[in-house]
Every structure is written in C-alpha cells, then in structure tokens.
C-alpha cells in the first residue's frame, strides 16, 4: 500500500500581475516517479522553485507527510527530505567530487567547533560515516574513480550524475529533477534513465521530474501531469497523455 | 594589424601625452611671494615623448610583445614544493625545522630585524584571518582593518582605564573584534560582491571616523599612548619597574638590562600567536564549517538546496574572521605602545586584501609567503621610497598577468576513501 508522500494544492504564484503558476495540484505517492511536462515558459520551474522553498507560494498549501511545508525556508524544507537539482548543474566547482558529497551531509555531521577541533571520538564517527556514505552513493553512480578530481573537472554527463548523487546522499524522501537529461547524449540519457528506476525500485526513493525528453519521460514515469501557461492542463498516465488532444494541441499548437 | 590597434595605440599614447604634461611638464613653483606655473626643461620634455613613443608602440605592437613573452616559461613556484607523497612524509620535519629557525633566529640578528619580523607575522595575523572571509568564504570585505582597530583599541582602552593586563585582554579583543564582525554580518547577510564590498568598505570608515571623533574616550586624532607592554609572568621588561612588587625581568634573572630583550620577547609571543592561528585555521578548513564556507563561495543556491544554512555559515565566517584582526589589533596595540586612527585607514585594508589575492585565495602558505613579501619588500627598497607604491602597483599587475590565481595557489585536500 504506498502512502502519499506530497500533496500540492491550489498552488499559486504570483508575481505582481504576472501569474506564473495558477492553481496547480499533484500528488506524489512512495515509490513513484511523477513527471511534470509543458511547453517551454509554462511555470514547471516555478513550481518547483515553489515547493522547495526558493519561492514562498502566493496561495495553496505544500503538504509533504501531511506536514505543511509551504513558507519555510529552503533549508528547513531540504532537511525535511526534499531535495531537488537545477536546470544548470549547480556544483562546488573548485571542490573535489568527495568535498561536494561531504558538504551535501553538513548537517548529519557533527559541526561542533569544539568536538571538530579537538577531534573527539564522536566528531571522528560521524565524520567516517559520511565518509562511507558518499563512497557508497559515488559507486552508484560510477563516480568512485574521481573521487579526489575537481568536480568542474568532470565531463559534463557526470557532472549530472554528481548532483543527483550528492542529493542522495543526503537521505532524502523525495528528489526532485529539473530537467536531468538537459544536455546529455542519447547513451547518458539511457545510463540516466537506468539509475532513475534504480532510485525508485531498490533504494525506495520517489522522483518528481521535470523533462522534455520525452522518450525518457513516457518511459519512466509512473504518472504525469501537464502544465500550460501556468495552468494544469491535463494528468493521467504516460498513454492517456500521449494520446490527450489537449496536450498535443499545447505542443504543437491547432491546425 | 588592424585599425582598432592604431586607435587604441593613439588612444593610449593620447592618455599619457596628457598625464605626463600634468604631471610633469607644468609645475608649480614659488616666486618670491607669488606661485608660478614652470614649464619642464628640455630633457624633461625628451623623456616624455619618450615615454609617450613607447606607449604607442607597445600598444600598436602588444600582440607581437605578448606572443613574445608567451614563450617565457611561467614562473612555477608549484614545484618548488616536493610532490604530494613525499611532502607527506617530510611534513612534520619541515614543520619542527621551521619552529626552530623562527625560535633561535632572532638571537643571531639585529633588533631592526627582528621589529621588522615582527610586524610581518602581525600581517600574517591579518591575512589569514582575511583570508577565512573572502578567500574560503568568497565574502568580498574591503573594511578589515576595522576588526583590526577594534581589537587594538579593546587592549588600549581597557588597560588605559581599567589596568587590564595584555594577557587578559588578548582573549577580550578577539571576543569584541568577533562581536563586530557579528553586528556587521547581519545587515550584509543578503549582499554579495560588490555590494557586500561597498558596505564593509563604509563600516571601516564609521569605525575610523568614530574612533577619531570620540575625544572623550579615545583621545581622537591624538590617540592612546603609553599603552602597557606584555609580561612574562609578572616580569616586565623595562629597566626599572613600572607597576608596584613586580620584577624587571633582567632582575630577576640576575642579567643586564638590554633593549632587545623586549623586542625578542614580542617576537616570540608573535609567533606564538601566529603558529595558534594557523593551527586553528588549518584545522576549521578540514572542519564541516570549513568546507560549507568554500561551498558557500562556489554556489550559494546549491548550498541552500542542500539544507545549509547561510545565514548562520556566513555569519561564522565573519566572526571567526574578524576576531582573527581582533588578536592581531591586541598585539599591535602592545607592540606599539601607541595607536591613533591613522593606523587603521583604508590603505591597510587594501594591503590585507592584496596578501590574500597575492598569496592565493583560500591558500595558508601562500598568504604567510605574501605577507612577508608585502612587509619585506617596502623596506628592501627604502632607497627607492619615492618610487615604493610605483614598484608595488607594479608588482601587483604583474602578477595579476602571470598568476592570477595567486603565488601558491590552495591545494585540495586529497581524502582516502574506504573501498567497500
């Protein structure tokens, strides 16, 4: 029996007389990937901006486990175990691939100055737990290896893969992807799609993306919801979208 | 060769035609009673269409000079440092050998050399505490000097007033100078570059202004004089004693009254202070604090993505940055004797900053390198001194052409994982 884990209601925002999100609902259950897709402009970004904390929602409510979560701070709802990447890889790019997924678990680690400076044994622990942590998710995503390069080093398929891992090793809930395969070749896409089922199905996350690839998307998602104009437009499974004439109009515009 | 060269040759050489003929070729002279305005000599004249032909045509022919010197190997200071492996091993020897030369050296050289000593650990002081704001925390702070003066000012006034010794008041000064840092964190939380920069640069001045304008308390323009100097354990190192019961410390140890002694002895409490520093910082870098400040500077989103929190990660790097100043304020404060505002002007924040850039941003031993340079240099040069701030624009462009990253740029720090 899956649990539903975030319930977005009514979700609006408005900037000054500009709505760019207007009373849009999803749902995300346990071990699910939903998709969000739409026309470019249509306000997915918004909504995740919105749900993560980055924007404050102007209306609705953001219940992730019936906790409303909607006006916290961004930090206070990534710690609540939703965490998401950008459109444009966002990593510490002078840092080394290992300094990114150390940072990324800050706040398990035990940040006392103190117990840091003095090395106590419980600063010690926490911090070789993190230590095999990242290991444990670099190996997933085959990035073991360059463990101790600079991670603006890294091609840029890895690059990617680095920024889902160091979201993951944060222990989230739910990960939210704003457009994962944005630049990636068709192999890294499939390589992508692979390690997006294996987030689901072996280590139980749920997944909120965003796409335009949509091979990828119709592929993967468990459910789909359409977003034009900020608006909702239509959601339903992967086939009853690909065959809704209101989505292909918003796509491709009437004849 | 293409005509936006010639114009900007002619562009340039125009720009130096007019500054040179301000600058050199009108002067103003007095005549008797009244002020006259002298042309150059003719050999003055002959050099500024000298300097005025060169200009002209290192920039109609820059490209070619550059290709010139791209051939110049880059000077690589990486290598004079042993590769990763063996400066493993050889760490804690090069480190226990360092302590020892810093420990004996002073006895063997003159006292100007060891003052001068002196002053330049009190700027590694500053630069290492600089370089926890703006080079790990990329927080872009042209008003230091401020935390500087607040700490050397604690010491002044506390033991002007309240008879406080220099011992207690070392951990005072850090604490106050932190406690700026804290106030002025807050308004700037939400500013970044050059705005962040903008503010700091006027904090620095307020202090300034204040602690000029503040007669009653400070003693304005005039400053605080007579400031006690540190003891060894109660022993004073005057020639006759200053306060009631205590020693001199030549009369105690049954030795001869020599000057030196003083100046040696603030060197080794320098040191002390700077080898603390260092070890402290070293260890905050390899700390999760260390690492969120450089992950703040890099990307400030993601850090928030991430569920850090920086508000309280920039406000961490401020204070343990300023009370950083506030020690080395302390000490200066001790080491002088006499402070007044106009130690704490703009200039010295400029200087700070240009060690931390110099050195290399985020870099402990490149900052200590920078420092000394920085501090070394001026003097080496003191027959030049008319020429010292052109020498040290030079050298400031220079370097920013060649290495712009720095003298020694920050080493990552390479982690031994556990394969599973």
Redesign the interface.
Known sequence: MSQLLLDVNDLTMRFGGLVAVNGVSLKVKDKQIVSVIGPNGAGKTTVFNCLSGFYIPTEGSVMLRSEQIAGLKDFQISRRGLVRTFQHVRLFSKMTVIENMLVAQHRHLNTNLLSGLFKTPNYRRREGEAMDRAAHWLEEVGLLEFANREAGNLSYGQQRRLEIARCMVTQPELLMLDEPAAGLNPNETKELDELIIKLRDVHDISILLIEHDMGLVMGISDHIYVIAQGTPLANGLPDEIKNNPDVIKAYLGEE | MTHSKLYSAIFAAGITFVLACLMIGIKLDTDGTQLAIKGATTAQWFWILGGIAVVFFSQLFSRQIDGMFSHLPKPQLGKLIPAQAKSDAMKPWLIAGAIVILLVWPFMVSRGSVDLATLTLIYIMLGLGLNIVVGLAGLLDLGFVAFYAVGAYTYALLSLYFGFSFWICLPLSAALAALFGFILGFPVLRLRGDYLAIVTLGFGEIIRILLNNWTDVTGGPSGISGIAKPTLFGLEFTRKVKTEGATTFHSFFDISYSSSYKVIFLYMIAVLLVLFLIY?IN??IR???G??W??LR??E??????????TAIKLSAFTIGASTAGFAGCFFAARQGFISPESFIFIESAIILAIVVLGGMGSQVGVILAAIIMTILPELAREFSEYRMLLFGLLMVVMMRWRPEGLLPMK????E????
């Open positions: 402290l260890r905050l700390m999760p604090i690492r969120a450089e992950a890099e990307d989103i993601a850090c928030r993505s991430l569920g850090l929190n920086r990552r720090p390479q982690l994982l556990n394969k599973q």
